[in-house]
Every structure is written in structure tokens, then in C-alpha cells.
Nanobody, 116 residues
Framework: QVQLVESGGGSVQAGGSLTLSCVASGSMFSIPVMGWYRQAPGKERELVARFLRFGKINYADSAKGRFTISRDNAKNTMYLQMNELKPEDTAIYYC??????????WGQGTQVTVSS
């Protein structure tokens, strides 16, 4: 129901920073829950950070203190600012949105590779 397009992935050195963007096809106001997830080779998709209802933000423990999720409703864009990147952060990062509880739409993903 929601089309999502991620961008901003790339290759960086450990300790570096990267900012991901996700543009939604519809108004952000119609998306109660929206967030960033990632999937490394051989692993399941996992939460990175997400917006919950009523403005609450949920971060994975691995992301706390290093990553910051934000969004610009006027631009229908969500961001993930990633600092102090580690090789363990290497994964495909996906933008996800849930209009209805239990139902998720996903973007195509953007690759983040952290070397060293």
C-alpha cells in the first residue's frame, strides 16, 4: 500500500558516518509506524530503529547512542543518521512502514558496507 525507496547506502571505513533516506509515496501522516531494519547475509531481518505511535522511538540496543532516526513529514522522507559505524553494521538496510497493525511494506533496500 505504501511505496518506499531507500538511498544513501555505500561503503565506509569503520568509525565513519552515513545517512540513509527513505521517501514514501504517500503522506507520512498516514503511516502510524515506520522504521529502519537491516539484514546481513545469513541472518534474519532485524530492527534498527523505528517510530511508533504517539511519537515514541524504539532503537535496537546495537544502534543506541550511534544511530538517530528522524523524519520530515513535509518531504515524506525518513532518515537514519549512522555514526561510529562498525563492520557489524554491514547489511542491507530497509525502510519499512506499517499502516495497519501486523502488516508491513518494504523498500528495495540499500547496501551499507563498513570495512576494517
Amino acid at each position: 500500500q505504501v511505496q518506499l525507496v531507500e538511498s544513501g547506502g555505500g561503503s565506509v571505513q569503520a568509525g565513519g558516518s552515513l545517512t540513509l533516506s527513505c521517501v514514501a509515496s504517500g503522506s507520512m501522516f498516514s503511516i502510524p509506524v515506520m522504521g529502519w531494519y537491516r539484514q546481513a547475509p545469513g541472518k534474519e531481518r532485524e530492527l534498527v530503529a523505528r517510530f511508533l505511535r504517539f511519537g515514541k522511538i524504539n532503537y535496537a540496543d546495537s544502534a543506541k547512542g550511534r544511530f538517530t532516526i528522524s523524519r520530515d513529514n513535509a518531504k515524506n522522507t525518513m532518515y537514519l543518521q549512522m555514526n561510529e559505524l562498525k563492520p557489524e553494521d554491514t547489511a542491507i538496510y530497509y525502510c519499512g512502514a506499517s499502516v495497519t497493525t501486523g502488516s508491513w511494506d518494504w523498500g528495495q533496500g540499500t547496501q551499507v558496507t563498513v570495512s576494517s
